[in-house]
């Protein structure tokens, strides 16, 4: 029996949120440009605002049922690696959303 790589199951679980960062980041876009385009884009412009700038937020949504599913399968590397990026990404959109407001840049 070969044993199971970890290191190589925690870039795998950065990879899959930065894949699903990416669909949810063209999903939300999708919807703001369709509303645009059709609809009332006052009411979709915040939408699309808020979840890419507040996607460290945002991403909860996806990120703690994806983690109980995966510690359900028991893919403790790849849960370890979703959870490693998921912080990862709160922090680095906290500190860049602060930086844009507090006038510095």
């Known amino acids: 029996m070969r ?3 970890e290191g190589l199951q925690i870039v795998l679980g950065f990879l899959l949120l ?3 960062h990416i669909t949810v980041i063209a999903i939300v876009a999708l919807i703001a440009y369709i509303a645009g385009r059709f609809g ?3 009411f979709f412009q915040p939408i699309a605002f808020i979840s890419v700038f507040y996607i460290g937020l945002f991403q909860i949504l996806y990120v703690i049922p994806l983690v109980f599913w995966l ?3 028991q893919r403790w590397g790849l849960m370890k690696g979703v959870i490693i990026s998921a912080v990862i990404t709160a922090l680095l959109n906290g500190g860049c959303f602060l930086l844009l407001y507090s006038g510095t840049l």
């Open 71 to 73: 510690k359900r399968q």
């Open 40 to 42: 009332d884009l006052y």
């Open 3 to 5: 044993p199971r790589n």
């Open 18 to 20: 930065l894949v699903i």
